[in-house]
């Protein structure tokens, strides 16, 4: 008889950024002989204590995880992690402080990179592990964007097609000064004249030098392109405008342009993938959508009417340079008419396509998720037959227990907590078992996987998913 398959935990953060891909995860790992709990990042952590010894894929290894892995191994489950800001990341000093504890980092058994670039970005980290391996896989989300799987959007492209029409996508990426709530800005505000900001939640890691600096030039960039929707509305009578906030941006501001102008659009709804699919073309600054945009072959222009190389090729190079580049609003309709005209496509290049090559992998061969679960099966055993907890261990797991609940509480009930129950919402709105039904059937269609899956809702959250 085959030894049962250890439990894999899928946390999903953003639902419209995650969930497709990391279902596509759980999908593939399922026909190798998983199970899966695929749902709410914070739920599943606050109920960590409810599952047998488990495989956790967390997205990050930061200072705020370092209490959950700490509670995670005492529940005997073992922690694989990938970042998902590893792709378009901030410098390396910056990045360490911000995204890597050197604590928490010792709790990670394996890493999952997007690519070579993000490889050797770990191995400058000076706290990493000597025994810790990494693994150059590419990433679930980076899978979704290969020609096999863009038909899994084809109804929505369709949908967002007789609905807009023909249209321009904007996608913002101003987080960091627009953020759903002003403590996750990267300073919060002032109640005095000439008093000095305190960092908020987007400037953790930074030091007040580069948070002031990123802060000054992203508020330039987000003060253009609020001119330039209506702006672009005026100048492009036959086209609509989508507006796409970043997934933690606060809608409002582009809303109140909307209701001035009568083709622009503001939404947030799903992946970004079917967006770009029905989209003539992409605008941005910086934004990871713009590498999406270029693996698929889709127009994709920065627009940098506000220039700060430090930052522009310091923290956003990646989708910047992969990207056709406008410096002024004249720059960028000439390049637009030449784009809706067909006279030029996506940007390409050998540069580029170098640059690619070396941030992200898997875009040829296995997916992606394919290669994760090959890594998965090497260590999938030992956590399944580890040996029961003693009654010490019981008894200290009861403690925790009652702890995560108690926590559970007071962080939701905390001024500006990421555990407002309506931030969590914006965030992970939820799905039905029927719509998840649905897109694991069409993966399994995708990918010529014949196997029977069940999917059982064990929360209002959380899904299990089993051969």
Aim: net charge positive.
């Amino acid at each position: 008889m085959t030894a049962k398959k250890a439990l894999l935990l899928i946390p999903v953060e953003n639902q419209v950024r995650e969930l497709d891909p990391k279902l596509l995860l759980a999908c593939i790992a399922a026909q190798r002989g998983f199970s899966s709990v695929i749902g709410s990042r914070r739920e599943m952590e606050f109920s960590i204590d409810a599952f047998p010894r488990s495989i956790y894929l967390s997205k990050s290894m930061t200072i705020r995880s370092l209490l959950f892995f700490r509670v995670a191994e005492k529940f005997g489950h073992q922690i694989v992690t990938w970042d998902e800001e590893a792709l378009v990341h901030l410098p390396a000093e910056t990045y360490f402080s911000r995204r890597l504890d050197p604590a928490a980092i010792r709790f990670v058994s394996h890493l999952f990179a997007w690519g070579q670039d993000n490889a050797e970005l770990w191995r400058l980290y000076p706290h990493l592990p000597d025994n810790i391996p990494i693994h150059i896989t590419g990433n679930p989300r980076s899978d979704m964007l290969r020609p096999q799987l863009q038909a899994f959007y084809e109804e929505e492209v369709q949908q967002f097609k007789r609905k807009y029409g023909d249209f321009i996508l904007i996608n913002t990426n101003f987080n960091h000064v627009n953020a759903y709530g002003p403590d996750m800005n990267l300073f919060k505000p002032t109640k005095k004249a000439g008093e000095i900001p305190k960092f908020g939640r987007a400037a953790r890691g930074m030091s007040r030098e580069y948070a002031e600096g990123l802060r000054d030039h992203k508020q330039a960039v987000f003060d253009h392109f609020k001119q330039l929707i209506p702006d672009l509305e005026k100048a492009f009578p036959d086209y609509n405008l989508v507006v796409r906030p970043h997934p933690t941006e606060n809608h409002e501001v582009y809303q109140q342009i909307a209701d001035r102008c009568e083709r622009v659009y503001v939404t947030n709804e799903g992946n970004v993938v079917p967006w770009l699919m029905a989209a003539k073309a992409l605008i941005h600054n910086g934004c990871t959508t713009g590498v999406e945009a270029y693996v698929m072959g889709i127009p994709a222009v920065s627009y940098r009417a506000t220039v700060n190389e430090n930052y522009d090729y310091g923290f956003y190079i990646l989708p910047n340079k992969i990207s056709h580049q406008c410096f002024n609003f004249e720059q960028l309709t000439d390049l637009l008419h030449q784009i809706l005209k067909g006279k030029i496509g996506a940007a390409d290049g050998d540069e580029r396509q170098a640059l690619i090559q070396h941030y992200l992998a898997s875009q040829q061969g296995p997916l992606a998720c394919e290669r994760m679960v090959d890594v998965l099966e090497t260590i999938a055993d030992n956590v399944a037959s580890s040996p029961k907890p003693s009654m010490k261990n019981r008894l200290e797991r009861w403690v925790v227990t009652q702890g995560l609940h108690l926590a559970k509480r007071i962080k939701a009930s905390l001024p500006g907590s990421h555990n407002r129950p309506e931030f969590q919402r914006h965030r992970y709105p939820g799905i039905s078992r029927d719509a998840l039904h649905d897109k694991l059937l069409q993966f399994q269609r995708l990918l010529g996987n014949k196997r029977k899956l069940k999917i059982e809702q064990i929360s209002n959250v959380m899904f299990q998913i089993s051969p």
